[in-house]
């Protein structure tokens, strides 16, 4: 069964740091293309982060470039999402996906192109 599990979110301080991760199953994560999504209270799911497949190219949008840095471990099927210099904007809940093709330029976040999705962990960030 084709799975992916995200875990590692919380209730933070503005400033903290926070790792997630997204754990897949049933297949290799380097032969997918991974994203991250976050989708804030009343907003629209919107892309934060990607990995390319095999060669691990990565993009980060311009709202979080500089704190938000992804990640692949390949060892333990894992992409992650480290966060630095949280705050309240970056309340939401996260998703991880997975795409055959995808987190390429002109197409880093379509999001019908990501076939599998986790089911997210909520972040928030609060004083």
């Known amino acids: 069964q084709l799975q992916l599990v995200e875990s590692g979110g919380g209730l933070v301080h503005p400033g903290a740091s926070l790792r997630l991760s997204c754990k897949a199953s049933?297949?290799?994560?380097?032969?997918?293309?991974i994203a991250w999504f976050r989708q804030a209270p009343g907003g629209e799911r919107e892309g934060v982060s990607c990995?390319?497949?095999?060669?691990?190219?990565?993009h980060v949008v311009g709202s979080v470039k500089g704190r938000f840095t992804i990640s692949r471990d390949n060892a333990n099927n894992t992409v992650y999402l480290h966060m630095d210099d949280l705050t309240p904007g970056d309340t939401g809940v996260y998703l991880c996906?997975?795409?055959?093709?995808?987190?390429?330029?002109?197409?880093?976040?379509?999001?019908?192109?990501?076939?599998?999705w986790g089911q997210g962990t909520q972040v928030t960030v609060s004083s």
């Open positions: 049933g297949f290799q994560i380097d032969r997918r293309a």
């Open positions: 990995i390319s497949n095999y060669y691990g190219s990565t």
């Open positions: 996906a997975a795409a055959a093709l995808g987190c390429y330029p002109g197409s880093y976040f379509y999001q019908p192109g990501y076939e599998l």
